[in-house]
């Protein structure tokens, strides 16, 4: 996280996973970037389930694998769920929704931003 600090938890379930990232809803602001890192099925989409919900969020989030951008507007600020992994090049990110919406008035959470 920032200022060099790295901090480490393991869950052992989905349910685990959700709680851990409900407790960072509260921490987000408009224009906060989260590139989340990990493997197919790490649990990513899982964890931005947990966000939605600590944001209010009832809406079902599902993979924005095929959509590339998911966004939900009901909660607390807007969330906007980014799954880069079809994306080939860089350049694709025009079409994607990609430069509209960060840095905007939501928070960004995205898959595959590597
Ligand atoms: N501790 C855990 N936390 C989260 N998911 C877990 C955990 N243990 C097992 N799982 C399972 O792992 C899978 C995680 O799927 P998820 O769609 O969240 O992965 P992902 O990282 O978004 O994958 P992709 O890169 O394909 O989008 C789910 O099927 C979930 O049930
Ligand atoms: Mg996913």
Do not use: C
């Not at 790295?6 to 408009?30: D, F, G, N």
């Not at 899982?46 to 924005?64: C, R």
């Not at 998911?70 to 600020?77: C, F, K, P, V």
């Amino acid at each position: 996280m920032a200022n060099g600090l790295t901090y480490a938890r393991k869950t052992a379930s989905t349910e685990a996973t959700k709680q851990l990232a409900e407790t960072l809803a509260p921490y987000l602001h408009p224009g906060d970037v989260v590139v989340l890192s990990g493997d197919l099925g790490a649990g990513k989409t899982q964890f931005v389930q947990g966000v939605a919900a600590g944001l209010g969020i009832s809406a079902q989030v599902t993979s924005p694998t095929f959509n590339i951008l998911l966004e939900y507007h009901q909660g607390r600020i807007p969330l906007y769920h980014f799954d880069l992994y079809r994306l080939d090049e860089q350049d694709e990110l025009e079409d994607t929704g990609y430069y509209d919406t960060v840095d905007a008035d939501g928070v960004s959470f995205i898959e595959w931003g590597e």
